[in-house]
């Protein structure tokens, strides 16, 4: 069967390819995109590792199809930073040593934008339950929690 | 606090302690770090690995041929494809390898012994063409009987796996074969008189359910092999020199003609200090003369790696009444999955390690069943035994009416104690993790209803080894540290810190990387603490020899005497008559000249480090049982770690954090669920539930610090002895808030609510 057109905004920019009806949107970003910032970690959604935003919606990219993201706005770990200058987010997890292995940082990364976008100022406990859909195996979480509180109180200005 | 323990304000250093970012930072927060799965190549095929539906069968015969015709499919092997090994057990007994075992393991031969036991594997133009290609794989097994749990694989008309298997280590030799494949004993004074001697003795069983590693990253790898016989592995792994050793043995080439690089990994824990599929990969290049990528899916990386043995053991110990423990006894039989290699010797070595018992037995049994081969993790064996033995304690603590704490303070080992496996004791810190926790101020604070407190210590013998590194004085006097250990979660950072502290430059004067096989000497895994240790040996070792050449050099350009120069504050400076009234000379400065003073500077040092240091810890936790569903909350946790000096304080704190919510999700909800058919039912991350954030609390990390004499900032590791106590300290704050003993893990809330329901009190 020919493969499907799709076209799509990834990361602020016009893009389009073909993918097969099976491919996940995951498959596309890694294999059709050579955009390897997003982690597979389980393929069935409950790890995380793979979470983008669609239209601003947190998804776990590989239960989305690559052909529904036809006419989306995707975003990609690989367009979190604004050139040299990192996301608040992404320099917290630097400076408290919020990452370890590193493999579910993208996907904790993209996450933790999504809640601050619609919660500037969440509580330990909300965050911790905000990222609750997010596996890390290495840091036991605390330091996770303690950067994006702390890149909250920076992007709020307090 | 003790005097030896250090006190962080009178630290004189300025790079070790800090908290910088690490080097490998922005590449990690960016997504452009490369992991084993992101790696690709122009002409790269998919490979995909056909597993054993059965927990038990013999191959009757593998047809390929409908797989090898289906369009797109470039190559389909088997076990035939590998070369056979010799059965013999290489190394130290406690981390032997049979390739006879690997080879079967990485591709069944004869039988397959376990669900998802690989038995062919190919090589397709995509995905799906080699998915589809799997399915046209035709194999012809006879189902043979299987068994699961260790005592059943133990019983004497347990089917068994191999059917020559003859016990090691009993004398004289069994007549008939088993499941049994080694049994170990150590003996300290004479346990039966220390019993008799006793006040009080406690006696209990437990189970342990085999845990998974649960590293996010599933194994996955690129290879490209060439028909000249060599060949390129991009693996994620916790040691590419051990990829290269194993994969060269098992496909029959020189070790020289593989070369591994260092893909970023994604988590590990021990499990990935074997392989599985870099071989496959391997060889289907070969074959293809493509290079050709595996990568696990979620199932596969449960169905046929990792996890640690689960385990059956039995724990005895005697006290006098005012708490000296007199007698030990302890039978720990796990579960080495398929083929042998369990870490029961390192259980009945560390289970009472962390006491001075002057009459101890602890006897090991190494069982295989049809299950994944156990594989390392994390202080691979002694938190199985520790949780056994320090629930046993805490028992004992209770019937002579003894804080837990203090009876575990009275009875800590110290460097000189006797252990029962030869060796004495040579360092402290058992008892300093101990008083950390005992005067924390949560150790008083009350507790509610349904809440409950626990205590455990652990001992792991954290490990030295080989291990390589080079320092190269960059023309602009930056420098450059390259090593061959694998950064699994932040030791470039540690190598750069320890190469400023050693140079005196600043630590964004210091950039380090991991080097590939061919471009380093080589190095040990990145397993059993020994990264920071040995490899932090080998960076000052390195540094030390650029230094002698620095001054050298400065000699040179003074024309003065070499023995007139010393390097300090990151400068050589004069010593002779003339001290002082030379200006002293920068690495900067030194650099700009190396050309005229014999051209460029640096220097590689590779050690086999002694002297590692074993880590202690003692755990403080809280809970609160629901009475209605069983479900167990964590409310406080505490983890005490002797870590010898924290380099950088930020990632040894992560390892603790990290190693104690493991032992979270050890204690309370991760196993391995069969059917009676031996099919594993919960392999995917919803049904192995690892702890998420919303499960936990802030731990809070102590790091005690009793410096290593035998490093040259004092690490004694911090990687693995932080899970060591966490399932007692669990167990043992769930029997202290519903008054009753559970024996078995995990402590999942069906298990909880029965012995809830259940009249006894333990």
């Known amino acids: 069967m020919a493969k499907h057109h799709v076209t799509a905004t990834l990361n602020g920019n016009a893009v389009e390819y073909l993918c097969e009806t099976q491919q996940t949107l995951l498959d596309v970003l890694r294999d059709e995109l050579q955009l390897t910032g997003t982690k597979e970690g389980c393929g069935t959604g409950d790890c995380g590792a793979c979470s983008v935003t669609v239209d601003g919606r947190l998804v776990c990219s590989c239960l989305v199809l690559g052909v529904e993201a036809q006419g989306k706005k995707i975003e990609t770990i690989e367009g979190m930073a604004a050139g040299e200058s990192l996301h608040p987010l992404q320099r917290k997890f630097l400076e408290h040593a919020a990452l370890q292995c590193g493999v579910c940082t993208p996907g904790v990364l993209i996450a933790s934008r999504a809640l601050l976008a619609r919660n500037p100022d969440p509580t330990e406990e909300e965050v911790r339950f905000w990222l609750a859909g997010n596996l890390c195996r290495c840091t036991g979480y605390n330091k996770i929690i303690e950067a994006v509180l702390d890149a909250a109180r920076e992007m709020r200005g307090s | 606090m003790d005097a030896k323990t250090i006190n962080p304000q009178e630290k004189t250093l300025k790079v070790v302690g800090t908290r910088p970012v690490r080097p490998d930072g922005v590449p990690k927060v960016t997504g452009l770090a490369r992991y084993g799965a992101d790696f690709a190549l122009p002409g790269m095929l998919w490979g995909d690995i056909l597993r054993s539906p059965h927990a038990h069968a013999r191959i009757r015969s593998i047809d390929t041929a409908k797989a090898r015709a289906l369009p797109g499919v470039k190559a389909v092997i088997t076990a035939a494809d590998f070369p056979e090994q010799k059965y013999e057990f290489i190394g130290p007994e406690r981390v032997a390898v049979n390739f006879w075992h690997m080879t079967r393991n990485i591709m069944a031969r004869e039988k397959v012994l376990y669900e998802g036991h690989a038995v062919a594997a190919v090589a397709a133009i995509n995905k799906a063409v080699a998915s589809a290609a799997l399915r046209l794989i035709e194999v012809d097994y006879e189902p043979l009987p299987h068994v699961i749990d260790v005592d059943a694989a133990m019983r004497p008309d347990a089917p068994l796996l191999f059917e020559d298997m003859i016990t090691r280590g009993v004398e004289p030799a069994p007549d008939r074969p088993s499941n049994v494949s080694k049994r170990i004993e150590f003996k300290l004074g004479d346990p039966e008189a220390g019993f008799a001697a006793a006040d009080e003795i406690v006696e209990m069983s437990f189970k342990t359910a085999p845990v998974h590693q649960g590293y996010i990253e599933p194994h996955g790898c690129l290879a490209r092999f060439d028909a000249e016989g060599q060949g390129e592995i991009w693996a994620s792994s916790q040691g590419h020199f051990v990829v290269r050793a194993y994969v060269a043995r098992l496909l029959g080439m020189n070790i020289g003609d593989v070369l591994v690089h260092p893909a970023e990994i994604g988590g590990g824990f021990g499990g990935k200090t074997v392989i599985y599929v870099e071989p496959v990969a391997a060889l289907l290049s070969r074959k293809t003369g493509h290079p050709v990528k595996i990568v696990m899916s979620r199932e596969d990386v449960f169905k046929s790696t990792g996890p640690t043995s689960g385990s059956s053991m039995t724990v005895k110990i005697g006290v006098k009444r005012d708490g000296r423990i007199v007698a030990a006894d302890g039978v720990f039989k796990f579960q080495a999955g398929a083929f042998p290699g369990s870490p029961v010797m390192n259980a009945t070595m560390c289970g009472f390690a962390p006491y001075d018992i002057p009459n101890v037995r602890s006897v090991g049994y190494d069982v295989v069943s049809n299950r994944p081969k156990s594989a390392a993790y994390r202080a691979p064996g002694s938190p199985i035994s520790a949780y056994a033995v320090e629930s046993t304690m805490d028992a004992v603590a209770a019937k002579i009416g003894m804080d837990p704490l203090k009876f575990r303070l009275m009875n800590a080992c110290k460097s000189g104690t006797q252990t029962a496996w030869g060796p004495k004791h040579a360092h402290d810190g058992c008892a300093e993790t101990i008083k950390a926790?005992?005067?924390?101020?949560?150790?008083?604070?009350?507790?509610?209803?349904?809440?409950?407190?626990?205590?455990?210590?652990?001992?792991?013998?954290?490990?030295?080894?080989?291990?390589?590194?080079?320092?190269?004085?960059?023309?602009?006097?930056?420098?450059?540290?390259?090593?061959?250990?694998?950064?699994?979660?932040?030791?470039?950072?540690?190598?750069?810190?320890?190469?400023?502290?050693?140079?005196?430059?600043?630590?964004?004067?210091?950039?380090?990387?991991?080097?590939?096989?061919?471009?380093?000497?080589?190095?040990?895994?990145?397993?059993?603490?020994?990264?920071?240790?040995?490899?932090?040996?080998?960076?000052?070792?390195?540094?030390?020899?650029?230094?002698?050449?620095?001054?050298?050099?400065?000699?040179?350009?003074?024309?003065?005497?070499?023995?007139?120069?010393?390097?300090?504050?990151?400068?050589?400076?004069?010593?002779?008559?003339?001290?002082?009234?030379?200006?002293?000379?920068?690495?900067?400065?030194?650099?700009?000249?190396?050309?005229?003073?014999?051209?460029?500077?640096?220097?590689?040092?590779?050690?086999?480090?002694?002297?590692?240091?074993?880590?202690?810890?003692?755990?403080?936790?809280?809970?609160?049982?629901?009475?209605?569903?069983?479900?167990?909350?964590?409310?406080?946790?505490?983890?005490?770690?002797?870590?010898?000096?924290?380099?950088?304080?930020?990632?040894?704190?992560?390892?603790?954090?990290?190693?104690?919510?493991?032992?979270?999700?050890?204690?309370?909800?991760?196993?391995?669920?069969?059917?009676?058919?031996?099919?594993?039912?919960?392999?995917?991350?919803?049904?192995?539930?690892?702890?998420?954030?919303?499960?936990?609390?802030?731990?809070?990390?102590?790091?005690?610090?009793?410096p290593n004499p035998n490093h040259p900032f004092g690490v004694k590791g911090a990687g693995e002895v932080n899970i060591v106590p966490s399932m007692a300290a669990v167990a043992n704050a769930v029997n202290n808030a519903i008054g009753r003993r559970l024996t078995e893990l995990p402590m999942s809330p069906p298990k909880v609510l029965a012995a809830l329901d259940s009249g006894s009190k333990g």
Not at chain 2, 497 to 511: F, K, N, S
Not at chain 2, 550 to 573: H, K, Y
Request: proline share 3%.
């Open chain 2, 437 to 706: 926790v005992l005067d924390h101020p949560a150790y008083a604070a009350p507790l509610g209803k349904n809440q409950g407190r626990g205590v455990a210590s652990g001992f792991w013998f954290n490990n030295g080894g080989e291990s390589s590194a080079t320092v190269h004085v960059t023309e602009d006097g930056s420098v450059a540290v390259a090593t061959g250990s694998m950064d699994i979660g932040g030791s470039r950072a540690s190598m750069a810190m320890m190469a400023a502290e050693t140079l005196g430059v600043a630590y964004d004067q210091v950039r380090a990387i991991v080097a590939d096989t061919a471009s380093i000497g080589y190095t040990h895994v990145t397993g059993g603490s020994r990264v920071t240790f040995a490899t932090g040996i080998a960076v000052v070792e390195a540094c030390n020899k650029v230094i002698a050449e620095l001054c050298t050099r400065a000699a040179m350009i003074w024309n003065v005497d070499r023995g007139e120069v010393v390097w300090e504050g990151g400068c050589a400076r004069h010593t002779g008559q003339n001290a002082g009234k030379i200006e002293p000379l920068t690495l900067k400065a030194i650099a700009a000249k190396r050309a005229v003073t014999g051209g460029p500077i640096g220097a590689e040092a590779s050690v086999n480090a002694g002297g590692a240091a074993p880590g202690f810890a003692t755990e403080l936790c809280d809970v609160e049982v629901d009475p209605e569903t069983g479900s167990v909350k964590i409310l406080r946790f505490i983890v005490a770690q002797d870590v010898g000096r924290a380099i950088h304080p930020s990632y040894v704190e992560g390892q603790l954090h990290g190693g104690v919510v493991q032992g979270i999700g050890w204690a309370l909800n991760e196993e391995y669920i069969y059917d009676a058919a031996g099919h594993l039912l919960n392999a995917g991350f919803l049904d192995y539930r690892i702890p998420v954030a919303s499960d936990l609390p802030m731990i809070e990390a102590v790091l005690v610090e009793v």
